[in-house]
């Protein structure tokens, strides 16, 4: 079974950063991508971003290109979102997920097979 834990979620104003970190385990780390989803208070789980297993490809939702960016650490099996010039429409509950056996990068919840319980960002105004 593979773990997923999320952290560096917290407060911060608009126009600041956070760096996001989700650690996995219990399996090897080959051929999965690692994506990120956001769920706001009454809505469904959005796509953030993605990384595929080389690293070579990764994807952006419109609303966070250019601000957000996301990257993998093989060593620790650990997967990576900087976010900066940060928007109060930003604040979310953030999840990591993980899509095993795919070279590609997933988009789509369906598509992800573990998931971490979540951390919370909130921005202020």
């Known amino acids: 079974q593979v773990q997923l834990v999320e952290s560096g979620g917290g407060l911060v104003q608009a126009g600041g950063s956070l760096r996001l970190s989700c650690a996995a385990s219990?399996?090897?780390?080959?051929?999965?991508?690692m994506g990120w989803f956001r769920q706001a208070p009454g809505k469904e789980r959005e796509f953030v971003s993605a990384?595929?297993?080389?690293?070579?490809?990764?994807d952006y939702a419109d609303s966070v290109k250019g601000r957000f960016s996301i990257s993998r650490e093989y060593a620790t099996n650990t997967v990576y979102l900087q976010m900066d010039s940060l928007k109060p429409e930003d604040t979310a509950a953030y999840y990591c997920?993980?899509?095993?056996?795919?070279?590609?990068?997933?988009?789509?919840?369906?598509?992800?097979?573990?998931w971490g319980q979540g951390t919370q960002v909130r921005v202020s105004s």
């Open positions: 997920a993980l899509a095993e056996g795919t070279r590609l990068v997933p988009k789509r919840v369906q598509e992800y097979d573990y």
């Open positions: 219990g399996r090897t780390f080959s051929w999965s991508a």
């Open positions: 990384i595929s297993w080389s690293g070579g490809r990764t």
